[in-house]
């Protein structure tokens, strides 16, 4: 007789098992539900060995058991969530520099990811500071035991240089989110997943081009780690583009306090006027809301006389008008580390090392759109 049908499944001879247990995921993945009696014979097993599978997925928090047969988990569900919290094995920090702009959605997709993985985030808020990165990486591996960190430091200096090289260090693996190391610190254990800004800065150039400017800008605050990456997609750009990088604005308006903003904000468009330039690019698009609040006060048209995009769309759509913006998929940077973190505590030191880089995307608003410009056939013909 088969010892499937009778006996309990031996250790030795378990792999059937678990693709068998996988192909009843399947089933439910694809239908929703499974009977034991329809199942059973699509498998040619007996029913007796798929109610015993049923028991063990359920027992994992990956089913629930109805009459005759089991369907997906439900939250009504109490027995599977309290079977999915138990199997909870390992627990994942996750430090960010801040809990109120960017980085909320960027946790929310890790939790979810986290829940679906079983695993547990244990989250705390830092600062832009290497060293206040490192002081809270310290006390979740004192105090709570983490099997590994997901993180975005200061990199910035030899603090943040040498903070790379201590995570690297790290007995437990490490993924960056919305970082990379750069190629000159010792990082090859580091993994990463991060928004491709550039492709997003290029992708916001193209359209102010398309929409008929000849003279884009740059609007930009150094102080912050995405703005390297926009200035260099936006230097790209103008370069595909052939439009002259010399006499570009290009202006940055780090550790502007709000008395000195409304005086830079007057040299940006007196730089604008001097040079012809008829659209900007801002990072972020808090600045982007406040630049176009300065353009309306200063009698300029937005987008008349001035388009505008904007870079993170936090807040974009509240301006008046709203405004068009690059948006980072924040959410699946944060799912997408949960879920390297999660293969590599699976598989250990024989996966490769993933590096991953996310396209964001254009949300095109009032604020870039349907000025007259120069007709598309024109635009188009002159970009060949």
């Not at 940006?268 to 040079?275: A, F, I, K």
């Not at 990072?283 to 006060?297: E, K, L, P």
């Not at 048209?301 to 008046?320: C, H």
Request: glycine share 8%.
């Amino acid at each position: 007789m088969s010892p499937d049908r009778t006996n309990p499944e031996p250790a030795g001879k378990s792999l059937f098992s678990l693709q068998r247990r996988e192909r009843l995921m399947e089933e439910l993945r694809a239908h929703g539900a499974i009977t034991v009696r329809d199942i059973a014979a699509k498998l040619g097993v007996s029913e007796l060995t798929i109610r015993r599978d049923v028991n063990i997925l359920a027992d994992e928090g990956l089913v629930s058991r109805v009459h005759g047969g089991a369907t997906l988990p439900s939250a009504l569900d109490k027995t599977t969530a309290a079977a999915r919290q138990a199997a909870r094995s390992y627990s994942i920090g996750m430090v960010v520099p801040s809990l109120d702009y960017y980085w909320p959605q960027v946790i929310s997709g890790a939790r979810a990811e986290a829940d679906q993985q079983n695993l547990r985030i244990l989250v705390r808020g830092s600062a832009y500071d290497a060293t206040d990165n490192r002081r809270h990486v310290q006390a979740l591996l004192d105090t709570q035991n983490i099997d590994g960190l997901i993180m975005a430091p200061d990199m910035t200096g030899e603090q943040g240089q040498e903070l790379l090289r201590w995570l690297n260090a790290l007995p437990i693996p490490v993924v960056l989110a919305e970082r990379r190391a750069p190629a000159d610190t010792p990082a090859h254990r580091l993994e990463w997943v991060a928004t491709d800004h550039a492709f997003g800065a290029g992708m916001a150039v193209r359209h102010l081009w398309q929409e008929g400017h000849r003279r884009i800008g740059c609007l930009t605050d150094s102080s912050s780690p995405t703005s390297p990456h926009v200035v260099r997609g936006w230097r790209q750009a103008l370069a595909a583009l052939k439009i002259p990088l010399d006499g570009s604005v290009h202006e940055d308006s780090a550790k502007q306090e709000n008395g000195e903003r409304s005086t830079h904000f007057d040299h940006v468009l007196d730089l604008c006027s001097r040079t012809g330039t008829s659209a900007m690019l801002v990072h972020s698009d808090t600045q982007a809301v406040a630049f176009v609040q300065h353009c309306g006060d200063r009698g300029v048209s937005v987008p008349g006389e001035m388009a505008i995009v904007g870079y993170d769309d936090e807040v974009a759509y509240l301006a008046e008008p709203a405004i068009s913006a690059v948006r980072p998929p924040k959410q699946y940077v944060g799912k997408v580390a949960v879920q390297l973190m999660a293969a590599r505590l699976a598989e250990g030191r024989m996966r490769p090392v993933h590096r991953i880089d996310l396209n964001p995307e254009l949300i095109l608003r009032e604020s870039s759109v349907g000025a007259p410009r120069l007709a598309a056939a024109s635009v188009l013909q002159e970009s060949l």
